[in-house]
T-cell receptor, first 112, second 113 residues
Framework: LAKTTQPISMDSYEGQEVNITCSHN???????ITWYQQFPSQGPRFIIQ???TKVTNEVASLFIPADRKSSTLSLPRVSLSDTAVYYC?????????????FGGGTRVLVKP | KAGVTQTPRYLIKTRGQQVTLSCSPI?????VSWYQQTPGQGLQFLFE???????NKGNFPGRFSGRQFSNSRSEMNVSTLELGDSALYLC????????????FGPGTRLTVT
């Protein structure tokens, strides 16, 4: 699985947009980019997944440039409840099964 | 639809004992994966079961084992507990066939004294 690099932590304020960039220089052709969110003492929660360009859902947007060597998770107008650890994962879903490899994640702190 | 459930939620064991954790996946999900989360090592993959067969395995000693039943429920067993086994153990389920959208349970917090 491609190795990912993301900032250890980020601070923001309520109502601001938070952008977390993940580097994945060795991403393979078949790899997808997936983001998970985790609150303390809870299991991670799937946020968004994409392959190229832009993907948007009701929670976040994912921007992937043409070379796919990085991606940016965008959280619009964050609230205090968005304080969590965000994980970027890169890999290809295959019929051989699931083996998610989590990196260190980015700890996002939203301040009032 | 009910989410992934794990029992027990909290557990305290003594070194040398063994423990069994249980996971019930979302109805219809056939893949169940187990993860260990500690402050020092982060989230680490233990193993995955699909249709009662172990399909993937992480880099953990043989003291960690698991199984899956015909109804897709899964159990994880740790024998000869060590202090370092204290962790949050998470179970995740998915439809199977290779899905990166996995649904995690709340975890079992295991403390080894």
């Amino acid at each position: 699985l491609a190795k990912t690099t993301q900032p250890i932590s980020m601070d923001s304020y309520e109502g601001q947009e938070v952008n977390i960039t993940c580097s994945h220089n060795n991403i393979a052709t078949n790899d997808y980019i997936t983001w998970y969110q985790q609150f303390p003492s809870q299991g991670p929660r799937f946020i968004i997944q994409g392959y190229k360009t832009k993907v948007t859902n009701e929670v976040a947007s994912l921007f992937i440039p043409a070379d796919r060597k990085s991606s940016t998770l965008s959280l619009p107008r964050v609230s205090l409840s968005d304080t969590a650890v965000y994980y970027c994962l890169v890999g290809a879903p295959t019929a051989a099964g699931n083996k998610l490899t989590f990196g260190g994640g980015t700890r996002v702190l939203v301040k009032p | 639809k009910a989410g992934v459930t794990q029992t027990p939620r909290y557990l305290i064991k003594t070194r040398g004992q063994q423990v069994t954790l249980s996971c019930s996946p979302i109805s219809g999900h056939r893949s169940v994966s187990w993860y260990q989360q500690t402050p020092g090592q982060g989230l680490q993959f233990l193993f995955e079961y699909f249709s009662e067969t172990q399909r993937n395995k992480g880099n953990f000693p043989g003291r960690f084992s698991g199984r899956q039943f015909s109804n897709s429920r899964s159990e994880m067993n740790v024998s000869t507990l060590e202090l370092g086994d204290s962790a949050l153990y998470l179970c995740a389920s998915s439809l199977g066939g290779g899905q990166y959208e996995q649904y995690f349970g709340p975890g079992t917090r295991l403390t080894v004294t």
